[in-house]
């Protein structure tokens, strides 16, 4: 992979290699919440990919959804690339309940992240990469 930004390595942890992109899980406990990280070099907005490359992007979009919603019960799935504070691009799949702690706000910002607990922390890696493995996405395009 290229060079992961620092505060993108710091903040979440390495799920697994997709196709074309890292699979991050944000370390707050707070939220079920994924950050896709594509595999391309000076990448910063989703422009910024060969056609190929976006539409493999949102086919990994989509299978951390449904990954974020095979965890429990999910009220809304937020999507958002906004690379405002790490311009490397990066997209966020969050898995969102009416109770969580930012509702209805978004969840940047929003309190102090709680780290996950060693044991769970471990627990939700493993299902996430399980999960993955058993999932289909189409080859990454040459």
């Given amino acids: 992979m290229n060079d992961l930004d620092p505060r993108l390595a710091a903040d979440s942890l390495f799920v697994a290699d997709g196709p074309l992109s890292q699979f991050r899980l944000v370390d707050d ?7 896709l990280v594509p595999r391309v070099p000076g990448a910063i907005e989703w422009i910024d990919l060969p056609g190929d490359a976006q539409r493999l992007l949102l086919a990994e979009l989509n299978l951390a959804g449904r990954l974020l919603r095979g965890l429990g019960p999910v009220h809304k799935l937020n999507i958002g690339a906004l690379g405002n504070v790490v311009r490397q691009l990066h997209v966020h799949v969050v898995a969102r309940q009416q109770d969580d702690a930012a509702w209805p706000g978004p969840v940047w910002g929003a309190g102090v992240r709680q780290p996950y607990v060693a044991s769970a922390r471990e627990a939700l890696l493993s299902s996430l990469r399980s999960a993955l493995e058993a999932a289909t996405l189409p080859p990454e395009s040459p």
């Fill in 29 to 35: 406990a707070r939220f079920p919440w994924l950050v």
